[in-house]
Nanobody, 128 residues
Framework: QVQLVESGGGLVQAGGSLRLSCAAS????????MGWFRQPPGKEREFVAA????????PYADSVKGRFTISRDNAKNTVYLQMGSLKPEDTAVYSC?????????????????????WGHGTQVTVSS
């Protein structure tokens, strides 16, 4: 089992940047594929970005492509989401998720139902 804790959220003006971090417990972080999802106010949770075990595959939602970058540091048990050119519609609670991918080195997952572990989320608010 893995526990996930997000940090780095906050209030930022449109056009600004933020970097979210998701720290994972345990010593086997490298076996987990990771993802970032977000839930805007009054809306359903949506996929943002994902990353495979060693970072070789990084799919993005069309709405963030070119503005957000997902990365991971397996030595630090951490996955990051660098967010740039932020827009008010990026306002949401951002959560990271993990799933073991023992034999799938290059797989990244964009559906929430494919993840087993979730953090509690961090609020990102973008003002206009």
């Amino acid at each position: 089992q893995v526990q996930l804790v997000e940090s780095g959220g906050g209030l930022v003006q449109a056009g600004g940047s933020l970097r979210l971090s998701c720290a994972a417990s345990g010593r086997t972080f490298g076996i987990y594929a990771m993802g970032w999802f977000r839930q805007p106010p009054g809306k359903e949770r949506e996929f943002v970005a994902a990353i495979s075990r060693h970072g070789g595959s990084t799919p993005y939602a069309d709405s963030v492509k070119g503005r957000f970058t997902i990365s991971r540091d397996n030595a630090k048990n951490t996955v990051y989401l660098q967010m740039g050119s932020l827009k008010p519609e990026d306002t949401a609670v951002y959560s990271c998720a993990a799933r073991a991918a023992l034999d799938q080195y290059y797989s990244a997952y964009n559906r929430a139902g494919e993840y087993y572990y979730w953090g509690h989320g961090t609020q990102v608010t973008v003002s206009s």
